[in-house]
């Protein structure tokens, strides 16, 4: 009798592999459906003619380098939507009639997916400069020489998937102990919960829990970035066990932020730890008998792993090296990159509120009407939105822009103040809630303001102070904002210009 350690097969971590990858394709696909066009579309924040002038196709290879349509973009995401579906589905092996009809769709269908995606991420500039962008498309590649559900899993498959959590946990683990001294310390959890990009509604409640609570969580994660990951590639039961710890950890991430997709495509690849006969001990479920991989497709995934054996140097060079870089693609099909999250932590929380008024002229006594995005904790009495795995784009830019002092430093932060200020229709999905919903404001500002959470008793959320002006106010009559609306096609609806951009 087969016992739960015995390594055995890989067939049902295969299948929980390829369903998990396929929901974080579907989210992300949609996410594209949703944001993409005004973000880094034709008319974006930052529109698709800056990536088309600024890259080669070779550099930055997606299909809006030769289509640069807002339609196409819109087909695109759709379809990948439509795909991701099929693939949870497990369409390829339901349709075919045979094996190896199931194997030739499989790699057509998982093929197209990161085909589409690696267009998206390579157009979309900033807003899809995170590195779980390059996670999900190295990890979709790998996916399509798993195979179908139909065939027996390429066990080498197994160990590349184990490799790139390697790499992801590791990263994350170095680039903390090299970076900010509060890791070292063990005082970072002080500061994380209230201080991420997207607190949810159980950041409060782990910023309130007691320091050496804290001390132990940073010590905890340390344990598991930093030492777990060399278990992965440990026989059965160790591996399992490392999994298990992996896993656990992620959830415990995904309780207490919202980090986007990152923390459940780092479970996902966890699964490549579990062989089958854990896997039927723990779940109600049986391993199904699997056709055995065609010799051609054999030998395809082992090129697969010499490629990715190779494309390895710059990546562990990275990892070893002192001047370790956090997030990075090395080769313009992300297909083995180096990974990292929250080298350095803040101390303190800044955002930018983004306001409009009527006024013409407003003066001490305007009135400014507050514009809030989804996930952002602008007003204080709401609480925090549970978003992830979904990622919410340009918030997670208007948090890493209140780092720094001047607009200039994000164009897109500008352009966003110009499309506020002409009513474009186009950027309203991008809001939770507009102030202005029939006519644009006269006048846009962005103010800066520090919060903290508010104690529980005191019936809000947030404690907030004023601590200055990121962006003076401007209309549609200052110069840069005519360059701007220029730029963006809006000419003809503009004054003639005087003043221009300034900021504290």
Same mark, same amino acid.
């Given at each position: 009798?087969?016992?739960?350690?015995?390594? @055995?097969?890989?067939?049902?971590?295969?299948?929980?592999?390829?369903?998990?990858?396929?929901?974080?394709?579907?989210?992300?696909?949609?996410?594209?459906?949703?944001?993409?066009?005004?973000?880094?579309?034709?008319?974006?924040?930052?529109?698709?003619?800056?990536?088309?002038?600024?890259?080669?196709?070779?550099?930055?290879?997606?299909?809006?380098?030769?289509?640069?349509?807002?339609?196409?973009?819109?087909?695109?995401?759709?379809?990948?939507?439509?795909?991701?579906?099929?693939?949870?589905?497990?369409?390829?092996?339901?349709?075919?009639?045979?094996?190896?009809?199931?194997?030739?769709?499989?790699?057509?269908?998982?093929?197209?997916?990161?085909?589409?995606?690696?267009?998206?991420?390579?157009?979309?500039?900033?807003?899809?400069?995170?590195?779980?962008?390059?996670?999900?498309?190295?990890?979709?590649?790998?996916?399509?020489?798993?195979?179908?559900?139909?065939?027996?899993?390429?066990?080498?498959?197994?160990?590349?998937?184990?490799?790139?959590?390697?790499?992801?946990?590791?990263?994350?683990?170095?680039?903390?102990?090299?970076?900010?001294?509060?890791?070292?310390?063990?005082?970072?959890?002080?500061?994380?919960?209230?201080?991420?990009?997207?607190?949810?509604?159980?950041?409060?409640?782990?910023?309130?829990?007691p320091g050496p609570f804290h001390r132990l969580g940073v010590a905890v994660n340390h344990a598991v970035e930093l030492a777990v990951p060399f278990l992965y590639f440990a026989p059965q039961p160790v591996?399992?066990?490392? @999994?298990?710890?992996?896993?656990?950890?992620?959830?415990?991430?995904?309780?207490?932020?919202?980090?986007?997709?990152?923390?459940?495509?780092?479970?996902?690849?966890?699964?490549?730890?579990?062989?089958d006969p854990l896997l039927t001990w723990l779940l109600p479920v049986g391993a199904a008998t699997a056709a055995p991989v065609p010799f051609a497709f054999e030998v395809a995934t082992w090129a697969v792993?010499?490629?990715?054996?190779?494309?390895?140097?710059?990546?562990?060079?990275?990892?070893?090296?002192?001047?370790?870089?956090?997030?990075?693609?090395?080769?313009?099909?992300?297909?083995?990159?180096?990974?990292?999250?929250?080298?350095?932590?803040?101390?303190?929380?800044?955002?930018?509120?983004?306001?409009?008024?009527?006024?013409?002229? =407003?003066?001490?006594?305007?009135?400014?009407?507050?514009?809030?995005?989804?996930?952002?904790?602008?007003?204080?009495?709401?609480?925090?939105?549970?978003?992830?795995?979904?990622?919410?784009?340009?918030?997670?830019?208007?948090?890493?822009?209140?780092?720094?002092?001047?607009?200039?430093?994000?164009?897109?932060?500008?352009?966003?103040?110009?499309?506020?200020?002409?009513?474009?229709?186009?950027?309203?999905?991008?809001?939770?809630?507009?102030?202005?919903?029939?006519?644009?404001?006269?006048?846009?500002?962005?103010?800066?303001?520090?919060?903290?959470?508010?104690? =529980? @008793?005191?019936?809000?959320?947030?404690?907030?102070?004023?601590?200055?002006?990121?962006?003076?106010?401007?209309?549609?009559?200052?110069?840069?904002?005519?360059?701007?609306?220029?730029?963006? @096609?809006?000419?003809?609806?503009? =004054?003639?210009?005087?003043?221009?951009?300034?900021?504290?």
């Amino acid at each position: 009798m087969i016992g739960p350690w015995d390594p @055995g097969s890989y067939w049902l971590a295969k299948v929980a592999l390829l369903k998990g990858v396929a929901v974080v394709y579907l989210i992300a696909f949609v996410v594209a459906a949703g944001q993409f066009r005004p973000l880094a579309g034709e008319d974006g924040l930052l529109p698709l003619s800056d990536y088309r002038e600024r890259r080669r196709f070779r550099e930055r290879p997606s299909l809006f380098y030769f289509f640069p349509d807002d339609r196409v973009i819109g087909a695109a995401a759709w379809a990948g939507v439509g795909l991701s579906v099929l693939a949870l589905a497990g369409a390829p092996t339901r349709l075919a009639p045979a094996p190896e009809l199931a194997l030739v769709g499989h790699v057509l269908l998982w093929g197209l997916l990161w085909v589409l995606y690696l267009s998206f991420v390579n157009a979309g500039q900033s807003f899809y400069g995170f590195g779980w962008e390059s996670m999900l498309l190295e990890t979709g590649f790998l996916a399509v020489f798993l195979g179908p559900v139909a065939t027996a899993t390429p066990l080498v498959l197994i160990w590349l998937f184990r490799w790139l959590l390697f790499r992801n946990m590791l990263g994350a683990g170095l680039i903390k102990i090299r970076g900010d001294p509060c890791w070292r310390d063990l005082t970072c959890l002080d500061y994380h919960y209230e201080t991420q990009p997207m607190p949810n509604p159980a950041s409060r409640l782990a910023h309130r829990l007691p320091g050496p609570f804290h001390r132990l969580g940073v010590a905890v994660n340390h344990a598991v970035e930093l030492a777990v990951p060399f278990l992965y590639f440990a026989p059965q039961p160790v591996a399992a066990v490392a @999994g298990a710890a992996t896993v656990g950890f992620q959830g415990w991430l995904m309780l207490t932020g919202n980090f986007a997709w990152l923390n459940l495509l780092t479970a996902v690849q966890a699964f490549a730890l579990f062989g089958d006969p854990l896997l039927t001990w723990l779940l109600p479920v049986g391993a199904a008998t699997a056709a055995p991989v065609p010799f051609a497709f054999e030998v395809a995934t082992w090129a697969v792993a010499l490629l990715v054996i190779a494309l390895s140097y710059y990546p562990v060079r990275n990892l070893i090296s002192d001047g370790q870089a956090m997030n990075a693609a090395f080769d313009p099909l992300h297909l083995v990159n180096t990974y990292g999250a929250f080298g350095s932590i803040t101390r303190t929380r800044n955002e930018l509120v983004i306001q409009g008024t009527d006024d013409p002229d =407003p003066g001490p006594d305007a009135d400014w009407r507050t514009y809030e995005f989804p996930g952002k904790p602008t007003d204080p009495e709401q609480r925090p939105q549970q978003i992830a795995p979904y990622h919410h784009r340009l918030g997670w830019q208007l948090w890493f822009a209140a780092m720094s002092t001047t607009p200039r430093a994000h164009p897109w932060l500008l352009h966003l103040v110009a499309k506020l200020l002409a009513g474009d229709d186009g950027t309203k999905p991008l809001l939770q809630h507009d102030p202005f919903p029939d006519d644009p404001p006269e006048s846009v500002r962005v103010v800066r303001y520090r919060y903290r959470f508010a104690d =529980p @008793g005191e019936g809000r959320w947030w404690d907030r102070e004023r601590v200055g002006t990121y962006l003076r106010p401007v209309s549609v009559s200052d110069a840069r904002s005519r360059l701007n609306l220029e730029r963006l @096609g809006w000419a003809d609806a503009l =004054p003639e210009s005087p003043p221009e951009w300034t900021a504290d």
